[in-house]
């Protein structure tokens, strides 16, 4: 049973292009999410994140959408860079029920070409 | 650097054999982590550690085990190791219960 999906295992942009990565959920009891990015060989590094109560974050280059109705989220990322270029995983917790354990996704490998 | 140390960073061993992967959380940090990830199951929750107490559970199979220290660094023990066991483990830190993850580099598993 996936509970959060990434249907989408790779994307290109060009650089300085909006990169936009997509994430679904099925559980409801999700409260908490999180976009992580990781590169070969290191572990994710945390990006950004939102909680249920919120439709939008943002951190800079990075914005986080949530929405509820459709258990759907995204991160846009803008302008992209090269230096983007990493696998990007969503993640999520129930924090009310299950604490902050989270669920990932499958991830998304984005390039940014020059 | 996310601030989160794993040691060691490759592994190889036997079937049937037992391991121990070591973690020290960010400075400061109480909670201590654990994840599997396979080539076929993603990231995976394995176990969670508050102030040297298990906090939650996940998919932890019985022949592993975990333990966090007082001085707050944590251990992963995998025994009567199997060749499915081959993963990456990676070890995260939050400063309290619910907040963000940072994850260590990993340590990366092969049975062989």
């Known amino acids: 049973d996936q509970q959060v999906k990434q249907n989408s295992p790779s994307l290109s942009v060009q650089e300085g292009r909006i990169s936009i990565l997509n994430c679904d959920y099925t559980?409801?009891?999700?409260?908490?999410f999180l976009w992580y990015k990781k590169y070969p060989a290191e572990g994710p590094t945390f990006l950004i994140s939102?909680?249920?109560?919120?439709d939008k974050n943002e951190d800079g280059r990075f914005t986080v959408f949530l929405n509820k109705s459709a258990k759907h989220l995204s991160l846009h990322i803008v302008p992209s860079q090269p230096g983007d270029s990493a696998v990007y995983f969503c993640?999520?917790?129930?924090?009310?029920?299950?604490?902050?354990?989270?669920?990932f996704g499958e991830g998304t490998q984005l390039t940014v070409n020059p | 650097d996310s601030g989160v140390t794993q040691t060691p960073k490759h592994l190889i061993t036997a079937t049937g054999q037992r391991v121990t992967l070591r973690c020290s959380p960010r400075?400061?940090?109480?909670?201590v982590y654990w994840y599997q990830q396979s080539l076929d199951q993603g990231l995976q929750f394995l176990i969670q550690y508050y102030n040297g107490e298990e906090r939650a559970k996940g998919n932890i199979l019985e022949r592993f085990s975990a333990q966090q220290f007082p001085d707050l660094h944590s251990e992963l023990n995998l025994s009567s190791l199997e060749l499915g066991d081959s993963a990456l483990y990676f070890c995260?830190?939050?400063?309290?219960?619910?907040?963000?993850?940072?994850f260590g580099p990993g340590t990366r598993l092969t049975v062989t």
């Open positions: 400075s400061g940090d109480l909670s």
């Open positions: 559980n409801s009891m999700f409260d908490y």
């Open positions: 995260a830190s939050s400063s309290w219960d619910l907040g963000e993850q940072y």
């Open positions: 939102i909680s249920s109560i919120k």
């Open positions: 993640a999520a917790s129930a924090r009310e029920t299950s604490g902050s354990r989270l669920t």
